[in-house]
């Protein structure tokens, strides 16, 4: 900059160029010119100023998990629609919107479940709320700094919506769903009190977060009490009687050890009619056959699980109201005793829950087996090997292959070693949630 101009003016106040005082007041007065030209002039948002704001276009976004700089805003929120279809999509779509919710630096607003599993004719969702299934308050505890749950009675202006129209259809890419999500997260949006999504299913939506990121949020999920006490239930029933059959059967046995001796396994076994018609529509269209398994291939390969110890207690969690197959309890290997909800004394019991509560009992119930095999095709089997991966993790194992590991996982949709099932760990270096939300044959142990 030329100061040339500014000579004259100090010498006519008797300020000579030479005088180290008057360098000072010189270089002084040129500062404030340069940050008067260069910096940008400031502004407000209807009368706020931004220094009121945290500006979200002021973060970077070189990987989506970067933490917002000050925190998730509460005086700021996102709703999504009523979210639907069976418990574990429900799970996923329900991180989905946490984590758009903290791409936007903005609390989720607690979203409407759906208890039944009608999803396609909206008058049979029969909506439930996110806290009579999991818990509000641990939620946000758990998740403290990370994401957050708010309720409708912390909005202020109800007026202060803006409703965003989520794309669909191929034309709509993941790309495309990002820049938006990016040019909603600007200062232009901070005004409005609420981003209200509208016209998708949150499950649908596209993903752009690795597993890690929804691993994160899974583990802030804590079911209510009564939920957790039902489970409790079932799951001292099937030891129970598990182990007064199996002393009925081994007049030999030290009767004092086999409380503890004998193991519980779980197996979720999926040959319900939809099942079988949707996997079936699966193989076909992406041309393999690993996905779909017949009562006797599950009988089968569950026997053949390399270092089980027999006697054991085996739960079958399947879905009652859509089995055609009264004989699931015939035809197990010598050692193996089957249980299911009917033999356990609780069908009716279970029935008067909705089918989400049922689900999540069954989950828990399977979570806390000994062994547990499921489909890797399969969301719900697929959500209980993450849940068991990361006991494992924290336990310092990070890989099952070739070791006995406890709270072992296994897919019997896939062949592993002596014609059992093949031993599973979640991918948890993921770059997507993909293989969990739809499936794959690609599992690792």
């Not at 000579?7 to 008057?22: E, P, V, Y």
């Not at 629609?81 to 607003?109: E, H, S, Y």
């Not at 009190?193 to 299913?201: A, D, P």
Request: proline fraction near 4%; aromatic fraction near 10%; charged fraction near 25%.
């Amino acid at each position: 900059m030329d100061v040339s101009p500014y000579r004259k003016h100090f010498k006519s106040l008797g300020c000579h160029l030479n005088s180290i005082a008057c360098k000072c007041v010189v270089l002084a007065v040129i500062a404030l010119l340069v940050r008067a030209v260069l910096l940008p002039t400031y502004s407000s948002f209807n009368g706020t100023e931004q220094n009121h704001l945290v500006l979200i276009s002021n973060l970077s976004f070189p990987s989506l998990s970067t933490s917002p700089k000050m925190g998730i805003r509460k005086d700021k929120f996102l709703e999504v629609p009523q979210i639907v279809w069976g418990l574990n999509n429900q799970k996923i779509a329900f991180a989905r919107a946490c984590l758009t919710a903290r791409f936007l630096n903005r609390t989720l607003l607690m979203p409407s479940l759906s208890a039944s599993l009608f999803y396609k004719e909206v008058e049979l969702l029969k909506p439930i709320s996110f806290d009579k299934v999991f818990e509000f308050g641990k939620f946000n505890s758990l998740c403290n700094g990370y994401v957050q749950l708010g309720q409708y009675s912390d909005l202020k202006n109800r007026t202060g919506v803006f409703e965003l129209q989520k794309g669909s259809g191929r034309r709509w890419t993941p790309e495309k769903d990002l820049d938006q999500l990016k040019q909603h997260s600007t200062e232009s949006y901070v005004e409005y009190e609420t981003i209200r999504i509208v016209g998708k299913n949150p499950f649908l939506w596209h993903d752009h977060w690795p597993v890690k990121e929804y691993a994160k949020v899974f583990e802030c999920l804590v079911l209510v009490d009564e939920i957790m006490r039902e489970a409790d239930k079932v799951v001292s029933r099937i030891r129970k009687l598990g182990t007064e059959q199996v002393r009925g059967e081994s007049e030999s046995a030290d009767k004092s050890l086999l409380v503890q001796s004998v193991p519980y396994v779980a197996v979720h076994m999926r040959i319900e009619l939809d099942w079988m018609i949707h996997c079936k529509n699966l193989e076909h269209r992406l041309n393999i056959t690993e996905i779909c398994s017949s009562k006797e291939e599950i009988m089968e390969r569950v026997g053949n699980i390399v270092g089980l110890k027999t006697p054991a207690v085996v739960y079958l969690a399947v879905a009652d109201s859509l089995l055609q197959d009264p004989s699931i309890l015939n035809g197990w290997k010598e050692g193996l005793i089957p249980f299911e909800k009917k033999k356990l004394g609780f069908k009716d019991r279970y029935k008067k829950f909705p089918y989400l509560i049922q689900s999540a009992i069954d989950y828990e119930v399977c979570l806390r087996a000994d062994v547990f095999v499921g489909n890797s095709f399969s969301t719900f089997s697929s959500l209980i090997a993450l849940d068991r991966t990361q006991k494992l993790i924290k336990m310092g194992v990070n890989s099952s292959c070739g070791v006995d590991v406890r709270w072992p996982t296994y897919a019997y949709n896939i062949l592993g070693e002596s014609k059992g099932p093949q031993k599973w760990m979640t991918n948890m270096s993921g770059s997507s949630l993909k293989a969990i939300s739809y499936g794959s044959n690609e599992i690792s142990c």
